[in-house]
């Protein structure tokens, strides 16, 4: 595979912002992205935030989380 050991010995010469770059946009190519799915995160992720910000969510310490599943 001499074309794919140029690529990657390209890559590797890369800052790693723009390894990052390379690795999202592969991914995307393999899963492309459902803006239904993205939209319907972004609302979730809204709504976590304002429900923490407002004191209406339990929160865990790390610590604890650690020590349940004994990481």
Sequence with gaps: ???LDSILSDIFMLSDA??????????????P??????????QEAEE????????????IETKEIFEKYDI
């Design 33 to 42: 992205v459902n803006k239904g799915v993205d939209a319907a995160w972004a």
């Design 48 to 59: 976590r935030v304002n429900a923490f910000t407002k004191g209406n969510i339990e929160t």
């Design 18 to 31: 723009e390894k990052l770059l390379i690795v999202d946009k592969t991914l995307t190519s393999l899963h």
């Design 1 to 3: 595979m001499p074309k």
